[in-house]
């Protein structure tokens, strides 16, 4: 597949039933595209089966709760809906995407409840998120933008509108010629990239933040079990800036981003080490088992 997202062969599921790609659309006043209204998830679908999907569809029903937008699926419906567009689009391997949001309706306010709530899966052919950093290391910018503090969002749902600063965070990035930008949380923590959890190497041992302002992502609470299994000690807590100094390793997590070494992260260096290169290739082989 290339090209145009909107201008693509395939099938997309919509509301219920499964549509010809270019036939996908939605109108102009819907609710979400004025007002971030809407949620989703992305997944990787392995040798045709998708890797912790329930898990996926359960987060997005919550997703929806957090934003007073109730769902109008059950996880079977949503499951059944995901695999029905692998099949129809003939995919053992792709992203998927589901997405829920508040339609177009009576409302055009702020307030929508008179809107339905529609849902759309779709899928395509993805590779590596960050191109060949999986072997050298991604370089990051560090972002002028914080993840807001917990009384201000719903942290902890995987809405459309909280990725805004996210964007423009990695827009920043790549002008400077990085593959994607760290941020900080609103307290001057370290919290995440634009898409993907983050994890730090120290001793032996594996540092990363705690998930109190940002999402706790599936592939990051994946790969803590993969590092307890061999017996690693893993240190959720809140970072420092000035701790970036010390670490040895870093490397990202994220369903687009899978598990991806981190060679810089600003002036600070890290190099892709034997744990690195073992969680990353032990998390392919998961995937796939």
């Known amino acids: 597949m290339a090209g145009a997202y909107d201008d693509r062969d395939g099938k997309i599921w919509l509301d219920g039933k499964m549509v010809e790609w270019r036939d996908a659309k939605v109108h102009i006043l819907t609710h979400a595209l004025h007002y971030a209204s809407s949620v989703f998830e992305g997944?990787?679908?392995?040798?045709?089966?998708?890797?912790?999907?329930?898990?996926?569809?359960?987060?997005?029903?919550?997703?929806?709760?957090?934003?007073?937008?109730?769902?109008?699926?059950?996880?079977?419906?949503?499951e059944k809906a995901k695999y029905d567009v692998l099949k129809a689009n003939g995919w053992d391997d792709a992203y998927v995407r589901v997405i829920a949001w508040r339609g177009a309706g009576e409302d055009m306010g702020v307030a929508s409840k008179k809107n339905p709530v529609r849902m759309a899966v779709a899928a395509w052919e993805w590779g590596a998120y960050y191109g060949d950093a999986k072997m050298k290391g991604a370089k990051l910018d560090i972002s002028k933008w914080k993840r807001p503090s917990p009384e201000t969002i719903p942290c902890h749902a995987k809405a459309a509108g909280l990725y805004m600063i996210c964007t423009?965070?990695?827009?920043?990035?790549?002008?400077?010629?990085?593959?994607d930008a760290?941020?900080?949380?609103?307290?001057?923590?370290?919290?995440?990239?634009?898409?993907?959890?983050?994890?730090?190497?120290?001793?032996?041992?594996?540092?990363?933040?705690?998930?109190?302002?940002?999402?706790?992502?599936?592939?990051?609470?994946?790969?803590?079990?993969?590092?307890?299994?061999?017996?690693?000690?893993?240190?959720?807590?809140?970072?420092?800036?000035?701790?970036?100094?010390?670490?040895?390793?870093?490397?990202?997590?994220?369903?687009?981003?899978?598990?991806?070494?981190?060679?810089?992260?600003?002036?600070?260096?890290?190099?892709?080490?034997?744990?690195?290169?073992?969680?990353a290739e032990s998390y392919e082989k998961l995937v796939r088992a």
């Open 168 to 179: 423009m965070s990695k827009h920043a990035a790549e002008a400077k010629g990085c593959s």
């Open 43 to 78: 997944e990787r679908a392995y040798n045709g089966k998708i890797f912790e999907s329930v898990k996926h569809s359960e987060r997005l029903l919550k997703s929806g709760e957090l934003l007073d937008m109730p769902i109008p699926y059950s996880v079977e419906e949503i």
């Open 182 to 279: 760290m941020m900080f949380d609103y307290r001057g923590y370290v919290a995440e990239a634009t898409g993907a959890n983050i994890f730090f190497v120290k001793d032996g041992e594996v540092h990363t933040p705690k998930p109190d302002a940002f999402l706790n992502g599936i592939t990051r609470q994946t790969v803590i079990g993969m590092l307890k299994d061999r017996g690693i000690t893993v240190h959720e807590r809140h970072i420092m800036p000035e701790e970036l100094e010390g670490f040895e390793q870093c490397w990202l997590t994220g369903t687009a981003a899978e598990v991806t070494p981190v060679g810089q992260i600003g002036d600070y260096t890290f190099e892709v080490g034997a744990l690195t290169r073992d969680i």
